[in-house]
């Protein structure tokens, strides 16, 4: 298995509150990825990075702001929790980008009342 | 409007019977690949597959790409519970760094 990490692997916040979640790699994968998963949605794109301080907007990116100052730590921050942003957030590795496997953490069951 | 379509969105059968799930797009992807989620886990690569109608096998799963690179389809012989899943299509576009997912098709193999 590839070495990923999330953390945490699950919390309840409030509405209004800041969160941030953590991936971490130990692959020295060029590409991450930050994901959320919703019923009837599959995966969307948040964020993703395709190398340290480069990184790029996804196809649900509002509210959300990512950060990449090391290879292996890849962070993603909801500004302001809102109910919508409830949802299982999973992080990816890939070694070139599309087209090559992704590998995928265990996931993040974020709860936002 | 979702990209990548999966059909059915759900599935149940029995043990040994056969099965195909279906991905389809208005659009051409430069490769598509197949996931398998069990609950509670991240999604795993099955396949990927690149050239307009190749066909790749794994093991009891055979895998087909569309000979416009538009459309895939996933085939399982004899199911079995283990095979009890969600299966997520995803493709990658042309100068694309990223893929878009399908909203998968959750199947259930009873025994």
């Known amino acids: 298995d590839a070495g990923i990490t999330q953390s945490p692997r699950h919390k309840v916040t409030e509405t209004g509150t800041p969160v941030t979640l953590r991936c971490h790699q130990t692959e020295n994968h060029r590409y991450m990825y930050w994901y959320r998963q919703d019923p009837g949605h599959g995966l969307r794109l948040i964020h993703y990075?395709?190398?340290?301080?480069?990184?790029d907007k996804g196809e649900v990116s509002d509210g959300y702001s990512v950060s990449r100052s090391k290879t292996e730590d890849f962070l993603l921050t909801l500004e302001s929790a809102t109910s919508s942003q409830t949802s299982v957030y999973f992080c990816?590795?890939?070694?070139?980008?599309?087209?090559?496997?992704?590998?995928f953490g265990p996931g993040t069951r974020l709860l936002v009342l | 409007t979702q990209l990548l379509e999966q059909s059915p969105q759900f599935l149940s059968i029995q043990e040994g019977e056969n099965l195909t799930v279906y991905c389809n797009s208005s659009?051409?992807?430069?490769?598509l690949q197949w996931y398998r989620q069990e609950p509670g886990e991240g999604p795993v690569l099955l396949v990927t597959v690149v050239t307009g109608g190749e066909v790749k096998k794994l093991k009891r799963l055979t895998f087909q790409f569309g000979d416009a690179r538009k459309d895939s389809s996933l085939h399982i012989t004899a199911a079995q519970p283990g095979d009890t899943g969600l299966y997520l299509c995803a493709g990658a576009r042309a100068g694309g760094q990223n893929f878009v997912f399908g909203p998968g098709t959750r199947l259930s193999v009873l025994p």
């Open positions: 990075s395709y190398g340290v301080k480069d990184t």
């Open positions: 990816a590795i890939s070694f070139t980008g599309a087209g090559e496997t992704q590998y």
């Open positions: 659009s051409v992807f430069s490769s």
